[in-house]
């Protein structure tokens, strides 16, 4: 009997491990970023990029603060505004975006990005 209550507790640890590990591979994959973030960065589109991933697609944003700059920063944009985002790509306009995203960014709604633009204006 002492020995059934041991192997049944041998079995439940074992079980709570698996589903830990299941638990954390899964957040891994699914987590983008944690940190909810929201405000504004003037700059250039460099490019524009449609990442057809095998799981989460992403439409990717490339933004420089300057032409002279070397860092370029990675935002997520929101499908209502891709036509708009492309124009400003090819022309290379100064523009101002708008960015968003909650606590949690799940890479379902952002793939590969920093966060997520939702609005975009030319600079007059």
Known sequence: MKKKAQTDIVV?????FVIVMILF???SLSINDFGGS??????IITAFE???NLIWDAE???FKSSDESTQED???VKKEIIEEIKEYSKTKEEVIIYFQNN????K???NGGISIINKVEKIK
């Not at 929201?38 to 700059?43: I, K």
């Not at 606590?103 to 799940?106: A, E, S």
Request: aromatic share 16%; with cysteine; glycine share 6%.
């Open 108 to 110: 379902s709604d952002c």
């Open 50 to 52: 449609h990442r057809n």
């Open 103 to 106: 606590y949690v960014l799940w």
């Open 38 to 43: 929201a405000g504004q960065h003037s700059g």
């Open 74 to 76: 990675i935002y997520c």
């Open 60 to 62: 990717l944003v490339y």
């Open 12 to 16: 439940i640890l074992i079980s709570v």
């Open 25 to 27: 591979v899964f957040l």
